[in-house]
């Protein structure tokens, strides 16, 4: 009896070890598998917050871009707007009339006709982008120039700009080319007539000259100085103006047009009424 219950009792303490065991077992396995899901769910995070860091790296990355873009774009417009800003014009004129638009760094930008002869010229001649002073010379070189001017041709050269002292580099620059020359003169105009030359629709060397005609005939129309040739022009004025030995006081009148000779010695006041300085070459007389 005694080992029966004996036995009893035995199978009962078995049953709460395997219990016990499988109780062991079961929060083991329980522990495994929540700290698996907390590993996972934090590697979930972790790339949750990796990913949105990436994603705003990359809008930033992008905006620093788009920027940086932005700035360079600016700053190439801006160079372009600097290099092809004029700064000064050379008006050269025979019958061919051109403009050599200059900028800041001495180097032309453009040439522009204004008559048919000066057309054919430009396109004969590919000046752009060189030293201004390369660039005249080529153009006085040239056969297509020498083919409009004759012995007695008048050329005319005109400096004008709205930087005062490489306005007047320009021109003593250009009185150094007209040393080689005959019959060329040399004068610088302003801004303002600029505009006005422009606007109607003559180079300044033609304008200046237009002016001096208009002075002896006042009914003289743009149009008509348009289509006439520099040495026209000159011998107009010649042909209105008075006797040289006038006493009636039109020479002390031409001479304080402020015309200048190629020896640098002024006539007269050295300014015209307008505030301009001419100045004529040796070769001219």
Request: glycine content about 6%; some cysteine; charged content about 30%.
């Amino acid at each position: 009896m005694k080992n029966r219950i004996k036995d009893a009792f035995d199978d009962i303490r078995a049953e709460e070890q395997l219990k016990d065991r499988t109780r062991e077992f079961l929060s083991a396995k329980m522990q495994s598998q929540m700290q698996k899901a907390q590993n996972i769910k934090a590697r979930n995070q972790m790339e949750t917050a990796q990913t949105i860091q990436a994603r705003k790296r990359r809008q930033y990355g992008k905006w620093i871009a788009a920027a940086a873009s932005f700035c360079f774009m600016v700053m190439i417009f801006s160079g372009y707007q600097f290099y092809f800003s004029a700064t000064a014009v050379i008006s050269i004129d025979v019958n061919p009339s051109i403009e050599l638009n200059i900028n800041r760094f001495d180097t032309v930008i453009s040439v522009k006709a204004y008559n048919e002869d000066g057309q054919d010229l430009a396109e004969n001649l590919d000046v752009r982008f060189m030293k201004y002073g390369e660039a005249v010379q080529a153009i006085m070189d040239s056969d297509a120039f020498a083919g409009y001017r004759s012995e007695d041709d008048v050329v005319s050269v005109a400096v004008a700009g709205y930087d005062a002292k490489q306005q007047e580099k320009i021109l003593t620059d250009m009185e150094s080319c007209a040393a080689a020359e005959k019959n060329m003169y040399c004068y610088y105009a302003d801004g303002d007539e600029i505009a006005k030359a422009h606007e109607a629709g003559l180079s300044c060397g033609k304008y200046r000259a237009y002016l001096e005609l208009q002075k002896l005939d006042p009914d003289v129309t743009v149009e008509e100085v348009r289509e006439m040739t520099m040495r026209e022009i000159r011998e107009r004025i010649e042909e209105l103006s008075p006797d040289p030995d006038d006493s009636s006081g039109n020479t002390a009148q031409e001479e304080g047009a402020g015309q200048r000779n190629g020896t640098g010695q002024r006539n007269g006041a050295g300014q015209s009424g307008k505030g301009h300085m001419h100045r004529r070459h040796k070769g001219a007389e």
